[in-house]
């Protein structure tokens, strides 16, 4: 196996005139070998010649892949690698030869073994003339003679006995093999070898004679210590074969002058001195000769080293051009890399617009609605100034809240004390506190009241005696004087008062005292009159509406309950329109409570009787027909009473007959022929209903009455809303019920009174406020700041009773 260069094919054809240099691998190692060639064959045709081991890896590509393109290819591309490494050193051996200004060619050949590969190359191509190295710079010493290197060992044993080797090592030579044309192998002759047979046998050196120029050996000058003559291979040009031939004529050619070597059997040794005359003519001529062969030689090497520079060049433009691919290669990759990357970006910033219109839109959003933000926001700022400034007053507020809370907090402790004080103060007197004081009254106050019973002071007279009215302790009141019948005593009368004055309803006459002595019941004024001077509108007083009349009948029906309701029931047995009486409000209050139980039954039965048939027979309509017929009062004579006013209310006629009319009406169904229009126009259903519980209470068996709670009120208790609703959406009694009623106020808390009481100057108080006033060291009025009599206070029972009313009317 092996290849060659065109050029170093032209090379091999021209073995006879070129000399050959083996040249390892190792450019360290060849150089001394390319200097003493240089020094020594200056001017001669130089070829340098190296076997070329192939790498391992051709072997392997060739070897393990299979055959095809690829195997082609890789084998090939191995192939050129390797070229490329021979070439590449080839041309280091070469600068160097040429620094050293001698131009010489290269040929190399793949073999497996190099020294094998040099005997089969010098045989191959017939080359004449070799240097190679005789042994490795290391093993060099200056007495070496002989071949320390295999290579060249086996190269000088087996190499074809026509070619000359020169062995050469550290830049000197350390033996020659001659040519030897009787056998195959040259003999081996040391240069060192210093005899007088090697004068015969060396050539001498003109040059080296004449001025030990550059052109002598490192050889030539060791002999020439030793000897006359010196040891000459050959001078390195062709003319010097030709003086070796001795003929004076030019050699035609460098084959002919190795063919003259090669035939000669063994070195030619000339005398110093005959060479010094054969030589002195062909000076000239051999310069020429040179300088001609100089200027021919010029050209291809200076063709060489343009071709050595354009492969330099073309090696280098083909890394170039595998740095290119591997970078174009590299830049393809990055270039899909950054496609890949751009159309991520691309996403990317598609991505990003719509996230950036997005944000666009909501800014243009945000934008449009900043104003309103704004605006609210002011607002917003000035709510919050308003908050805090009305929370800075709310905190003045609550400070002064705490402090009035302290203080009303102090005021209540110290009111918790006095209330304290005055419970123990008032332990004292529990019994008059459970029970509503009755007050007793003298005869001589009874006097002084009535101024004698004066018929001035005469409000009233009926059955059971006359009626004053008189200032009794400063308060107005009414005193009923009854009849001293003598058979009850003034314990009895009084036990007898004391239930009765226990007996308080807003529907009822209080009983404010008695006097014992005169047997006397002391009321409290009622200063509007009876139902029956109403009725008959005496005082030219205006008539009774309608709901002012349902309204009395409710009412004398409450008081009646709530007297049947005791236990034992409590019987009025004298109701009739002259004890309906009236007080500012125009509250009606049933009067004349118990007299009946004041009188003893048997004479108080006959005596009425006897009263009722004699006296006034209108007066006896009330009376229950069977009370009159038996003596024997029931709740039922009550009702019967009722029924009667309830009749009179609904027509305002006169007692008698009134049952008789109102029962016609009622069947003939003409009821509104009875009825008083001077009370307005009557609701015609309520009318009826009234007219059926006026005639029903009106049975003459008290069996078939109907009951008070039962029967009665559930019926009128109904009427009450339809009076209170139609007298609310009069616009006038409205404002008229709204109004707060001035003697309802106390004077000194300005509130309507929860507990009002009577003081000494006339005037009704809150009793905690009036009691507070005296408590705290005042003897004056708080209204006239007059002294005051005595500091003892009354209840105002009927202020209370009227409040009460009052308030039930919201
Ligand atoms: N407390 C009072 N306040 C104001 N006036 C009263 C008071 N008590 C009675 N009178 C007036 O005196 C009148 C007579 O009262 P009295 O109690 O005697 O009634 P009467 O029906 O006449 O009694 P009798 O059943 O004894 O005949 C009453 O109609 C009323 O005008």
Redesign the pocket.
Known sequence: MGSEGEIESEWLCDVDDTIFVAVGKNVKESKSILLWVAKSFSGRKLCLLHIHQPDHLITLVSEKLSAGKLKQWAVKACQELEQQKVHKLLNQYLLILARLGVQAGKVWFEMDNVEKGVVQIIGRHGIRWLVMGAAAEKHYSKNMSELKSNKAMFVCQHAPASCQIWFSCNGCLICTRSVNVGSDVGSVMPVSFPTDNRETTSIQNHAADADEDAYTFQCLERSTSLTDSVVCTFKSTPMLMDDIRGDGSPLASPRKSCSILSQSSSIILMDKKSQGEATCGMDDRLEHAMLDAEQLKQKPFEESVRRWKAEEDAMEAVRKAEASENSCMNEIKQRKELEEMLATQRQELERMKNQHNQCMKELHLVREQKPELQRQFTESRRAEEELEEKIIQAVELLITFKEKRDKLRTEHDSAIKELNRMRTLMKNDAMSLCWPQVFAFTFLEIMEATQNFDPSCK?????????Y?GILRNRK??I?MLPSLGSQGNLEFENEAGVLSRVRHPNL?TLIGTCPESRSLI?????N??L??RLALRERTPPLPWQTRIKIAIEICSALIFLHSNNPAILHG?L?P??V?FDANFVSKV??LG?HSLIPHAENTIKATTLVLEVDPE?SVYMDPEFLETGELTAESDVYSYGIILLRLLTGRPATGVVRDVKCAVESGNLSTVLDFSAGDWPLEQAQQLAFLGLGCCEERPLYRPDLVSDIWTVIELMRDLCTMLSHSSPVSKAHRRRIPSHFVCPILQEVMDDPYIASDGFTYEADAIRGWLNSGHKTSPMTNLELDHCDLLPNYALYNAIQEWRQQF
């Open positions: 409000i009233g007279e009926g059955r059971h005696g006359s009626v009215k009141l009414a009923k006459v009321y409290e004024y009622l200063e009159g009876n029956e001077d004298n009739k002259t004890q009486l009067s004349g007299i007066v």
